[in-house]
């Protein structure tokens, strides 16, 4: 069956470090991934689209990776802050099929 | 200033009770879509729109009913048939189906009496 995991567990680290999230999919062929963030009681906005034929894509302290052997993305923000903290969701579009969404993993910047 | 706006932020249902969130963007955008979330949990799709006047069925249409009579306007009636409504319900907008970037709603969230 199609699977979408992201570590449900909350990342916590430090101010000034790199946060590294993980997306793994299993029977999906995605033409494209998106990264989301979602705070407490809102709606998510989107961050950043990386396609399966690239394999990195960057906008400002965000860096995306998308590894289609492996069947991952990698969501990485430097130098975090405190306002980073949320949760990150990512989505997979299927050719012919919808976008679906993973659950999530909260990140907590701590100062 | 461009958006989605949905409402009511809060919306109370009483048992055996029909209830309707409104769902209004000003995107011009073709497609529109209600996702309802669990704590903890992902998006999972209800319903979608690709024009006015059609509609799809998502993954978990069971209990729900739509409307897309006019292209900014996409409301969700969460129907006595839906028999666990308590969620936090989120519509979206895109150009095209299924493609690119989606915009949410600021979501509402749906309890129980």
């Known amino acids: 069956s199609q699977k979408i995991e992201q570590n449900s567990e909350a990342l916590n680290i430090q101010e000034g470090k790199t946060a590294t999230l993980t997306c793994n999919y299993t029977?999906?062929?995605?033409?494209?991934l998106q990264w989301y963030r979602q705070d407490p009681g809102r709606g998510p906005v989107f961050l950043l689209l990386i396609r399966e034929n690239e394999k990195e894509k960057r906008k400002e302290r965000l860096k995306v990776t998308f590894d289609t052997t492996l069947k991952q993305s990698l969501f990485h923000i430097t130098a975090s802050q405190p306002a980073d903290s949320a949760t990150y969701l990512c989505?997979?579009?299927?050719?012919?099929?919808?976008?679906?969404f993973g659950g999530g993993t909260r990140l907590m910047v701590k100062p | 200033d461009g958006g989605i706006t949905q409402s009511p932020k809060y919306l109370f249902r009483k048992e055996g009770q029909n209830v309707t969130l409104s769902c209004e963007q000003n995107l011009n955008h073709d497609a529109m879509y209600w996702y309802r979330q669990d704590p903890g949990q992902g998006l999972r799709l209800i319903y979608y729109s690709q024009i006015v006047n059609d509609f799809q069925k998502g993954d978990i249409a069971e209990g729900y009913s739509v409307s897309r009579e006019k292209k900014e306007s996409f409301p969700l009636t969460v129907t006595s048939a839906q028999k666990n409504p308590t969620a936090f319900y989120l519509c979206?907008?895109?150009?095209?189906?299924?493609?690119?970037?989606?915009?949410f709603g600021p979501g509402t969230r749906l309890l129980v009496l």
């Open positions: 029977n999906y062929s995605p033409a494209y």
């Open positions: 979206a907008s895109s150009t095209t189906p299924g493609t690119e970037t989606q915009y």
């Open positions: 989505a997979l579009y299927n050719a012919g099929n919808m976008l679906t």
